[in-house]
C-alpha cells in the first residue's frame, strides 16, 4: 500500500485503506472515497493533487492525500 499522493498523474489505482480520525474519514467517505474504490490521480499543484473519484473531480491537500491508501 501507498499513499496517493506518491501515484503518477494519470494512474488509476483502488483504495485499500482510509487512515485518520473518524471525522476524517467519514468526510471522505461522503466525498465518495471507500475501499475498493478505484481513484485516478488527474494532476498535481504544489498544494495538493486533484483526483477522479467515482466520475467527480476533487482538489485534496497533501495532508488528505496521504490518509488515502491505495493498493501498490
Known sequence: ML???LVSSGDS???ALIKGKET??????ELGFSVGT???VVGTTPAGMI???KGV???IDRTLAN???VEG
Request: without cysteine; charged residues 20%.
Open 3 to 5: 499513499p496517493i499522493s
Open 13 to 15: 489505482r483502488p483504495i
Open 24 to 29: 476524517v474519514i467519514r468526510h471522505l467517505q
Open 38 to 40: 478505484p481513484v485516478m
Open 51 to 53: 483526483v477522479e473519484v
Open 57 to 59: 473531480r476533487i482538489a
Open 67 to 69: 490518509k488515502i491508501l
